[in-house]
Nanobody, 118 residues
């Protein structure tokens, strides 16, 4: 099992930037992909972005061109750089990790709150 701790959220004005982080611990050798998800009030958790061990990235259409995902394998940490933030990006952001077969490996942590004011 992999334990995940998100950090770096906060309040930012529309058009601003924020970088959030997620540190993994535990069975990290089994991690293939690391990803970000978000849950806005009253909505289901949704996929945001992911990055594989080979640094192949994928993004939800709603964040393409604005968000950048990266990872530091030495620190077992994944980052999400968020630029040109919009009020609709307001959500609790969670990370999780997957094995090579696509299986989720981590517990859903408490997430980190990102609030974008208009």
């Amino acid at each position: 099992q992999v334990h995940l701790v998100e950090s770096g959220g906060g309040l930012v004005q529309a058009g601003g930037s924020l970088r959030i982080s997620c540190a993994a611990s535990g069975s990290i050798s089994s991690i293939y992909a690391m990803g970000w998800y978000r849950q806005a009030p009253g909505k289901q958790r949704a996929y945001v972005a992911s990055i594989t061990s080979g640094n192949s990235t994928n993004y939800a259409d709603s964040v393409k061109g604005r968000f950048t995902i990266s990872r530091d394998n030495a620190k077992s940490t994944v980052y999400l750089q968020m630029n040109s933030l919009k009020p609709e990006d307001t959500a609790v952001y969670y990370c999780n990790v997957r094995g090579r077969l696509g299986q989720l490996l981590g517990d859903w942590g408490q997430g980190t709150q990102v609030t974008v004011s208009s």
